[in-house]
T-cell receptor, first 115, second 109 residues
Framework: GAGVSQSPSNKVTEKGKDVELRCDPI?????LYWYRQSLGQGLEFLIY????????KSGLPSDRFSAERTGGSVSTLTIQRTQQEDSAVYLC?????????????FGPGTRLTVT | DAKTTQPNSMESNEEEPVHLPCNHS???????IHWYRQLPSQGPEYVIH???SNVNNRMASLAIAEDRKSSTLILHRATLRDAAVYYC??????????FGKGTRLSVIA
């Protein structure tokens, strides 16, 4: 079956521009997560959705970052006024939930480069 | 946050078993022990998880100490494709995963 998909796969943008990253979770998965991974670093949690609400936004690094989820499905991560330190691979994951510790399925990621 | 401690790196010969250790002395009663791995240039993938009892699946086995303060991921026969960073993570429910630095496993042909 179809896994988690993300688009675009690569994005190069100029410093100061806004970008939108999209995540399509596995159908029926109510939980959705955004992480990012800077070059050579571990994964950093950004935000978590249960349905359309975000009970945990604690990982968003600044108010330039925002995310929404509509219809309990597609999610968009928006970064305003991008900075060079935003360059990273942005990963989305989804899982059945809540309750039991269902496995998280990760997408292939969006590689963001801010020049 | 519940934390885990793993060796930075390990090496194994192909077709030999690999035991990847993880210490989690501050584990709480509701924490599950999860293992994920990340192959080069890919997103993480689930390997296995458990609560108290040892677990087996097609990918690996998870051995959990009786006091739950440590666990070991066992790959029964390492292949070149198993070369990856392995993450041991504690989480309860479907809370977000907190990834540490993991163990980089190298497999030698």
């Amino acid at each position: 079956g179809a896994g988690v998909s993300q688009s675009p796969s690569n994005k190069v943008t100029e410093k100061g521009k806004d970008v939108e990253l999209r995540c399509d979770p596995i159908s029926g998965h109510t939980a959705l997560y955004w992480y990012r991974q800077s070059l050579g670093q571990g994964l950093e949690f950004l935000i978590y959705f249960q349905g359309n609400s975000a009970p945990d936004k604690s990982g968003l690094p600044s108010d330039r970052f925002s995310a929404e989820r509509t219809g309990g499905s597609v999610s968009t991560l928006t970064i305003q006024r991008t900075q060079q330190e935003d360059s990273a691979v942005y990963l989305c994951a989804s899982s059945l939930g809540p309750g039991l510790p269902y496995e998280q399925y990760f997408g292939p990621g969006t590689r963001l480069t801010v020049t | 946050d519940a934390k885990t401690t793993q060796p930075n790196s390990m090496e194994s010969n192909e077709e030999e078993p690999v035991h990847l250790p993880c210490n989690h002395s501050t584990i709480s009663g509701t924490d599950y022990i999860h293992w994920y791995r990340q192959l080069p240039s890919q997103g993480p993938e689930y390997v296995i998880h458990g609560l108290t009892s040892n677990v087996n699946n097609r990918m690996a086995s998870l051995a959990i100490a009786e006091d739950r303060k440590s666990s070991t991921l066992i790959l029964h026969r390492a292949t070149l494709r198993d070369a990856a960073v392995y993450y041991c993570i504690l989480a309860s429910g479907n809370t977000p995963l907190v990834f540490g630095k993991g163990t980089r496993l190298s497999v030698i042909a």
